[in-house]
């Protein structure tokens, strides 16, 4: 038990360093991935599909983000895998579910990519991630000497 209590400790710490980093240097998304390549994550407007979905806006909900009612089934198959462990039928149909979930993630991420990246919200290429930062840094380095 103590294990898990200071993994979740070193968790917390860790993300929420992370996030007081980016509140820090003002950055336009919250999304590791995004920060960090530039490239959008499978799960980019998740949160935005989540806010349309508050205030009524169905269609553009599942504009920012096709798969955002998966999350509440995610939520209550995990559930379900921790109350059921010892069920192995339950087990390997609730696996099965998610599985499919994944593969509908990665199916619909491929056809987003293709459809709106990188000139549409919210799968906009993000200049400020540290990856395209460094890269056009280095690029001007060796520009200049060159």
């Known amino acids: 038990m103590k294990n898990k209590y200071k993994n979740f400790i070193a968790f917390v710490l ?3 360093l992370y996030f007081a980093f980016l509140e820090l240097v003002n950055s336009g998304t919250k999304c590791i991935f995004k920060n ?7 799960g980019c407007g998740m949160t ?3 806010l349309h979905l508050f205030h009524g806006e169905l269609p ?13 089934i995610i939520l209550v198959i995990s559930l379900l895998l921790n109350v059921y462990k010892d069920n192995i ?4 149909v609730l696996v099965s579910i998610l ?4 593969i509908a993630f990665v ?6 990519m293709v459809l709106f990246f990188p000139e549409t919200d ?8 540290i990856i395209p930062s460094v890269y056009r840094f280095v690029r001007d380095i060796i520009k200049a000497f060159s």
């Open 99 to 102: 599985s499919l979930i994944v």
């Open 60 to 72: 553009e909900a599942f504009h920012d983000h096709p798969l955002f009612f998966t999350i509440p």
């Open 14 to 16: 860790t993300f929420g």
């Open 122 to 129: 919210p799968l906009k290429f993000y200049e400020r991630g």
């Open 89 to 92: 039928k339950l087990k390997k």
């Open 48 to 50: 935005r599909s989540f």
């Open 36 to 42: 960090t390549t530039g490239i959008p994550c499978p």
């Open 107 to 112: 199916v619909v991420f491929i056809i987003r």
